[in-house]
């Protein structure tokens, strides 16, 4: 799937509420730091996961699923196997008439579901992460691709 660049900064620029389902209490998960670095970004990040609901995460509680999300979400961005997307997906157009992006991170896809967002209205991103996206366009990417902050010399 191809996105411009143009796209994925807008996407990216009118977020302020994203729901991450799958999020994980393990800090070496991807789902566990890209949560933390939206938050670090200033976006109010909600924690899904139903193992860990009612347990504290970057200071918020954990929510079981998108219909326990008080008030409405900008994105829902989707940690989990592409078979379960879509029932999140389901949910999430149910419970937010407003949201704007179901964002599906690498390795997840679901044509059907995404179609049936995008008849709704919804941008839709398929196999790709946030965070990586976001230091790419915003000048943040380093080694490896992590924004280390500290610039080695020795290459």
């Avoid at 411009?4 to 009118?14: A, E, Q």
């Avoid at 209490?25 to 730091?33: L, W």
């Avoid at 829902?76 to 149910?94: G, K, Q």
């Avoid at 996206?133 to 943040?140: D, H, T």
Wanted: glycine share 8%; aromatic share 8%.
């Amino acid at each position: 799937m191809h996105y411009s660049d143009d796209h994925l900064r807008n996407v990216l620029t009118r977020l302020k509420r994203v729901a991450v389902v799958g999020v994980s209490m393990n800090p070496v998960r991807a789902s566990y730091f890209v949560a933390r670095y939206l938050g670090l970004r200033g976006i109010d990040v909600v924690p899904v996961n139903p193992r860990h609901k009612g347990e504290t995460l970057f200071g918020k509680t954990i929510v079981g699923s998108l219909s326990e999300i008080e008030g409405p979400v900008d994105m829902v961005d989707i940690f989990r196997r592409s078979e379960a997307v879509p029932e999140i997906v389901d949910e999430a157009l149910e419970v937010f008439p407003d949201l704007q992006t179901i964002w599906m991170q690498i390795g997840v896809t679901h044509a059907e579901a995404a179609a049936k967002a995008e008849a709704r209205g919804v941008t839709v991103i398929q196999d790709r992460c946030p965070k990586i996206e976001y230091q790419r366009l915003f000048g943040e990417l380093r080694m490896g691709g992590f924004a280390t902050g500290v610039i080695s010399s020795k290459l």
